[in-house]
T-cell receptor
């Protein structure tokens, strides 16, 4: 099915473990984004990617690593998970901003708990 | 710094009209978005304003005043399914979205 998917939907891990969250989109959107959403905060940008092999930091990149070897995939890795990284993580995609269609479309989210 | 302000929570009655306000201070402006987010779900796009004025889409309308750094989302003929959080976001000069914390709208019968 066309769209944007995330896996896993729920994950429980322990402090210090490495965790990878997957994101896959079938729209061939150039841009992809990773956000975290915590109570009392707006969505906060972790990393984004303008194209395959092009990534850049957002507002809260510390403790996270991303890669984008293929246009459709944008995995997010927590190298050594901490309790402060307990959150809901959303992946989003869009066409090139500023060229008419700037709307970001969101995946269903991954709820991550770090014990 | 960049800032988006919107009320934390609002309550309205089924069938009524509610207006959710959003004020912003950002580095540049390339459009304002409203998203709806039901509990436990992803944000979904509702509306986009880049020029001053009112955009209407069925029961939902969104207004923008760039000179005042102000927008509102107007929901008419409220239904129970409109109970959700409404997120205001501004695209800044770097084409990044700056998000408000969201307004939780509670609809009562």
């Amino acid at each position: 099915d066309a769209g944007i998917t995330q896996s896993p939907r729920y994950k429980i891990t322990e402090t210090g473990r490495q965790v990878t969250l997957m994101c896959h989109q079938t729209w061939s959107h150039s841009y992809m984004f990773w956000y975290r959403q915590d109570l009392g905060h707006g969505l906060r940008l972790i990393y984004y990617s303008a194209a395959a092999d092009i990534t850049d930091k957002g507002e809260v990149p510390d403790g996270y690593v991303v890669s984008r070897s293929k246009t459709e995939n944008f995995p997010l890795t927590l190298e050594s998970a901490t309790r402060s990284q307990t959150s809901v993580y959303f992946c989003a995609s869009s066409e090139v901003p500023g060229q008419g269609t700037d709307t970001q479309y969101f995946g269903p989210g991954t709820r991550l708990t770090v014990l | 710094g960049q800032n988006i302000d919107q009320p934390t929570e609002m309550t309205a009655t089924e069938g009524a009209i509610v207006q959710i306000n959003c004020t912003y201070q950002t580095s540049g402006f390339n459009g304002l978005f409203w998203y709806q987010q039901h509990a436990g779900e992803a944000p979904t796009f509702l509306s986009y304003n880049v020029l001053d004025g009112l955009e209407e889409k069925g029961r939902f309308s969104s207004f923008l005043s760039r000179s005042k750094g102000y927008s509102y989302l107007l929901l008419k003929e409220l239904q129970m399914k409109d109970s959700a959080s409404y997120l205001c976001a501004v695209m800044d000069s770097n084409y990044q979205l700056i998000w408000g914390a969201g307004t939780k709208l509670i609809i009562k019968p």
